[in-house]
């Protein structure tokens, strides 16, 4: 009897240790976050940015391998497309680009993951998956900062919120993940967009726009572990604390509004595909590096990004959106801000 006292107390022994073993390993946000590595990153940045890609001008042969390539990588992940019908692929016609001098059609690239508490509310993040193409010589403007950064920003996230998905940790509302064409020739794949939404725009919540995080502005080379954030502020306080409180929390960078200025002269708030969700009074931010001696240059390549940094930023950004996603209140643009948009 003794016997069996001691091998039954031993089995509750180890039985209750390896409760306390699991319960220790508990996978948290951090843990998605930290998929988001930076040989990830590259091993992305070096096929989208790469030469054969011709530069991804809208419209292009390079730009449909381009669009062509994010879409197989949804597919990989089991990450559905936003549309019903299924097709990642949201078509723009030519009569959208008429004020262009050749006729082109272009497309938008949309997944989509449904939250599980609160579906109908949706986090956009978005980056533009084009760049500007080749010269007429047949050079390849690369864009591998601009915007090839944030496009394999935006896939890496959709990885880690899917790899929750399938722990069942999924996020309590939707996550839209939005790659905009034309950006480089007027904004045209984010004003499509938001003039032919997918989910209401009423809906939206906010978007965490990404264009330009994978090199050092020359003016913070003493300083690099930054990033400039532009539009926190401009619809939503309640955003900009957020932003402020996850930064702190979990990643520790400079988030430096030199560029958030209404007195800035490069107006850059107006400039990248955020503003036409700022101009249906969508709270949004802009994520941003700042531009550097290589920006809309054939020598914009993808040895020159600082992937290590690139991946703190990159986790910020899935920081932001993940408390965004599971928070219990939605934030909400403030009546003032913008009566004084307006």
Same mark, same amino acid.
Request: glycine share 6%.
């Given at each position: ?23 220790s390993?508990k ?19 070096y ?11 809208t ?20 990450i ?6 299924g ?21 938008n ?5 449904k ?48 790899k ?21 020739i ?8 938001t003039e ?16 330009m995080?994978?090199r050092?502005?020359?003016?913070k080379?003493? !300083? &690099?572990?930054? @990033? ?5 502020? /401009?619809?939503? $306080?309640?955003?900009?604390d957020?932003?402020? +409180? ?23 708030y ?18 941003f ?11 914009? !390549? &993808?040895?020159? @990004? ?5 991946? /703190?930023?990159? $986790?910020l ?5 993940? +408390? ?19």
């Open positions: 009897m003794k016997h069996l006292f001691l091998t039954a107390m031993a089995v509750l022994a180890l039985s209750c240790n390896s409760a306390q073993t699991g319960a390993q996978i948290t946000r951090v843990d998605y976050a930290n998929t988001i590595t930076s040989a990830d990153l590259k091993q992305h940045l096929t989208y940015a790469a030469d054969d890609m011709e530069g991804r001008m419209g292009s042969k390079g730009q449909r391998k381009a669009v062509d390539y994010l879409r197989d990588f949804y597919k990989k992940e089991g559905p497309a936003a549309q019903a019908n097709d990642y692929f949201q078509h723009i016609p030519a009569s959208f680009f008429s004020r262009m001098k050749d006729s082109i059609t272009s497309e690239v949309v997944a989509f993951i939250g599980s508490e609160k579906p109908d509310e949706i986090i956009i993040v978005s980056a533009h998956l084009d760049h500007v193409g080749m010269d007429k010589d047949g050079n390849v403007f690369n864009g591998a900062d601009d915007d090839g950064s944030g496009t394999v920003a935006v896939l890496e996230m959709a990885q880690a919120f899917q929750a998905v399938k722990d069942g940790n999924g996020p309590k509302r939707s996550i839209l993940f939005l790659h905009v064409t034309g950006e480089e007027g904004l045209f794949g984010s004003r499509y967009y032919n939404p997918i989910f209401p725009l009423e809906n939206t919540v906010v978007d965490l726009n990404i264009d995080i994978g050092i502005d020359p003016n080379k003493e !300083t &690099p572990n930054y @990033i400039y954030l532009i539009g926190s502020d /401009k619809l939503s $306080q309640e955003l900009h957020v932003s402020e +409180e996850v930064n702190k929390n979990y990643i520790n960078l400079e988030l430096d509004y030199t560029y958030n200025d209404e007195n800035d002269p490069n107006r850059f107006y400039r990248s595909d955020h503003y036409n969700f700022a101009k249906n009074n969508i709270p949004v931010i802009f994520y590096n700042g531009v550097h001696e290589d920006y809309h240059k054939m020598t914009d !390549t &993808p040895d020159k @990004i600082e992937y290590d940094l690139m991946a /703190k930023r990159t $986790q950004v899935f920081e932001t959106a993940w +408390e965004l996603a599971n928070r219990e209140g939605r934030i909400k643009a403030d009546a003032d801000k913008i009566k004084a948009a307006k």
